[in-house]
């Protein structure tokens, strides 16, 4: 097992915190539209970093591990892009000023990282006390595969976030933006801004990609340090990310159907080796080289052939994926039975 000294966990964190000041003072202090340009010099910084880190940490803990650290970025960074397509939808649905979209997706990421790391410290605690959770997190990432495949062509429906739905009932909102501001006062009395309903309803995304993410990255690998720096390291460049690829979203028409394909293989993977820990040491296990090739793959396969289907069919429009049934597509099915 990885054993990370007290410093190197003082180090890496303080490195993140430093990363995340930065995407702060960026993205909320500074409040601007972000053109081409800028959003692809922070993609390229962001990533190098985390390669940057992957080298030395490869280097000083060894190349079995730094596998592992590559594999588990890739999973979260393919996870980020379908979260990114969510946030599109979120933005548009709230008709979000592209000025403050910044700020938006920086305490988006921030709340995204904050979930994460009690996930990961209650997901490391479990599989450590209990070997059949890996058999639980298999069957979890094999459901959401599944249903993830079945409604690969529908988006997210934001207006049944529960966050949402219950921010509507119980707070006052006002019709404008006001600002930027979160919470304002309006003839004495206070109330929150659409901006507020836009945190809610990223706030309660950040929550069910946490679930779904977090047992996909164990499923590359068993340390909670490696976990944690794949997702840290996956998030923190969401913001820059977002701005260089949504203009490109639409064309990744199999997106969903690539993520899809991820989770269930890693679903398999975690059955597999709960299986061969707790059953029979004659149950084949899927090695970390063979999964981080796989995943890769998958990836490379579905943005090729996304992108050449597009081409083809400039009409087609990409989605999120969801997980069920959306309140449109349910009654458009009635219609068509009725």
Do not use: C
Not at 150 to 157: I, S, T
Not at 266 to 276: D, F, N, R, S
């Amino acid at each position: 097992m990885l054993e990370v000294s007290a410093l190197g966990w003082i180090v890496t964190v303080g490195v993140i915190v430093a990363l995340l000041a930065l995407d702060l003072t960026l993205g909320v202090l500074r409040p601007h539209v972000v053109g081409f340009r800028e959003a692809a010099g922070w993609s390229i910084f962001y990533i190098a970093v985390a390669i940057a880190f992957g080298v030395v940490f490869g280097s000083v803990y060894g190349w079995g591990f730094g596998t592992e650290y590559f594999a588990g970025y890739i999973v979260e960074k393919s996870l980020s892009v379908d979260n990114l397509f969510v946030f599109v939808i979120i933005m548009t649905t709230f008709a979000v000023p592209e000025r403050y979209q910044q700020e938006v997706l920086t305490f988006g990421i921030i709340i995204a990282l904050i979930l994460r790391v009690i996930f990961i410290v209650l997901g490391a605690a479990l599989l450590s006390a209990f070997s059949f959770m890996f058999l639980v997190f298999g069957l979890i990432l094999l459901y959401t595969a599944v249903q993830l495949f079945r409604h690969r062509d529908e988006d997210p429906d934001v207006g049944e976030n529960a966050l949402v739905k219950a921010g509507r009932r119980f707070l006052p909102v006002t019709e404008d933006y006001v600002e930027g501001k979160m919470i304002t006062r309006i003839d004495g009395k206070r109330m929150v801004t659409p901006l507020f309903l836009v945190l809610l309803a990223i706030g309660g995304t950040d929550l069910l990609f946490a679930l779904d993410s977090i047992p996909a990255v164990f499923g590359v690998t068993e340390s909670a340090y490696i976990v944690f720096v794949a997702n840290a390291f996956a998030l923190l460049g969401l913001r820059a990310l977002f701005f260089l690829v949504k203009g490109l979203l639409d064309r990744l028409v199999y997106l969903s159907t690539g993520l899809s394909l991820i989770l269930a293989f890693i679903g398999v993977k975690l059955v597999l080796h709960w299986a061969h820990k707790d059953i029979s040491e004659s149950v084949p296990e899927v090695a970390t080289p063979v999964s981080l090739a796989v995943i890769i793959g998958i990836l490379i396969i579905t943005t090729v052939a996304s992108l050449i289907k597009s081409s083809r069919d400039p009409s087609l429009k990409a989605h999120a994926g969801s997980l069920r049934a959306s309140s449109a597509s349910s009654n458009d099915q009635q219609r068509t039975g009725n």
